[in-house]
């Protein structure tokens, strides 16, 4: 895949003003996306980052089009992570009793060629159905380009460019996207409802993801960024326009992706759903354990495939994410259940491999870790240090003796390691705590200069 040149000129979207995450780590965050954004040359990135319990962090560095900078809030194809909420809704449907992820297809799906009924829901969600994907149909591309402007059904997905079965059904693992065509098909003919309209009322309304469509079929109500793809195999990206205005890549495109990956969203609202389906707040606990992480048996030592779901080793640690790639547009996530961090990222363009977006996702992923360094364990540290607290216990103000020389920065931490306070100096070494409406507790003082950090606990009481 080719690699963009140095864009000419870069727009940057502002830290988000309302976020609580630390001011320190939303720069850091900043930095490391405007970096990477320059590094591997994307036209643009649009990121969001779910920090512990401290908010959202937002931001977007590069182009929409040629003279207007991406926005956060801009929406961008999500691709295959489309997959993910698939899944869920499917699992959700199993604790309302409509189904069964052991039920065979052929249920509900029959007559097509290629397509053995006795495969199970399961075998589906998790790609070891042997089905082949429609997206490798010689003949599926010179179709589309014939009219991107047509609506495509998943019955004409389904008979016209699936190819001979891979596998023995549970055989094997090979990533289909004609499996997902399938769980949308089953969906909507058990509920006699339309697939956007079953995500919509079963996970997109009740957490609140207002910045999510599935175009074609849904108008969005916020703008979308102008996709870039190569269009005429010249090498060069091309501005194709945004799917709500007038350009060469029209909106219909993406009823062949249907519930294999149509979704459209922000980095914000991907942040958002990850979070709630890892916190049991969209499928319950149960469901979660048995059936979302229910692994196909043929990961490699670093990865495994769920219900719609990978599991990773990234920076040593083992995380959640599926990401996604479609026309002009491509991203990436990463959910931490253990550490409570969040990432998503965006990209206007394709042309790229997942992994590229993917190292993108590890930078930011490796400041929140670095950051949490400051986390209890090592906060909680105080012995050997200079800091001088008095009175300890406090209750309206705290003496700081000991403070170094020269510029310096002063943070406050609860035992939590999550950062209240940053002050540049104390004048007279004095820190007024009746003026910061602290609860009682314990809490940490940190004082960081060019040579130094100390820390020192106390208490406040009322």
């Known amino acids: 895949m080719k690699k963009l040149i140095t864009l000419l000129a870069l727009g940057i979207w502002g830290l988000n003003a309302k976020a609580q995450v630390p001011a320190a780590l939303q720069a850091k965050f900043q930095d490391t996306l405007a970096d990477m954004q320059a590094k591997y040359g994307f036209k643009g990135l649009s990121a969001a980052v779910y920090y512990k319990n401290n908010g959202i962090w937002k931001s977007a560095v590069g182009l929409s089009n040629s003279s207007t900078a991406l926005n956060p809030d801009m929406l961008i194809g999500i691709g295959s992570n489309t997959k993910t909420f698939i899944s869920v809704l499917m699992i959700k449907m199993q604790e309302a009793g409509l189904l069964r992820l052991d039920d065979s297809i052929g249920k509900w799906i029959m007559g097509y060629p290629n397509i053995n009924g006795a495969i199970s829901i399961r075998q589906i969600l998790n790609h070891t159905s042997g089905i082949n994907s429609y997206t490798n149909n010689a003949s599926t591309w010179d179709s589309v380009n014939m009219d991107l402007s047509r609506i495509w059904t998943k019955d004409e997905i ?15 693992w090979e990533y289909s996207n004609t499996n997902f065509i399938i769980a949308g098909m089953i969906q909507e003919k058990i509920s006699g409802k339309s697939i956007q309209q079953l995500i919509r009322d079963s996970i997109l309304t009740p957490q609140g993801l207002g910045q999510t469509f599935f175009p074609p079929y849904e108008t969005a109500t916020i703008p979308y960024a102008n996709l ?7 090498d060069v990206l091309e501005d194709v326009g945004a799917y709500d205005s007038p350009g060469a890549l029209p909106k219909e495109i993406n009823s062949f992706a249907d519930a294999a990956g149509a979704l459209v969203s922000t980095a914000e609202d991907n942040v958002k759903f990850w979070r709630a389906l890892m916190n049991g707040g969209i499928i319950k606990k149960s469901s979660m354990n048995s059936d979302l992480f229910r692994w196909s048996g043929f990961g490699s030592p670093s990865s495994d495939y769920g219900a719609g779901i990978f599991k990773i080793r990234m920076l040593g640690k083992t995380v959640f994410s599926h990401g996604g790639t479609w026309i002009g547009q491509i991203n990436e996530n990463l959910s931490d259940t253990a550490n409570n961090i969040n990432i998503a990222v965006l990209s206007n363009q394709d042309s790229l491999q997942n992994e590229e977006l993917a190292l993108v996702v590890a930078a930011l992923y490796k400041v929140a870790l670095d950051y949490q360094k400051l986390d209890v364990p090592e906060l909680a540290n105080v012995t050997g240090q200079s800091l001088m607290l008095y009175p300890n216990p406090a209750r309206t103000h705290l003496f700081v003796s000991g403070l170094p020389k020269g510029e310096k920065t002063i943070r406050l931490y609860d035992m939590m390691g999550r950062q209240l306070r940053e002050f540049a100096t104390l004048e007279n070494e004095l820190l007024h705590l009746s003026e910061l409406n602290f609860s009682s507790g314990r809490y940490i003082l940190e004082v960081r200069s060019q040579e130094t950090v100390q820390r020192a606990m106390f208490d406040l009481v009322e």
Request: hydrophobic share 40%.
């Open 228 to 234: 870039w793809s190569d269009f005429d195999g010249d």
């Open 158 to 172: 389904l008979r016209k460019f699936v190819s001979a079965p891979s596998f023995a059904p549970g055989a094997n």
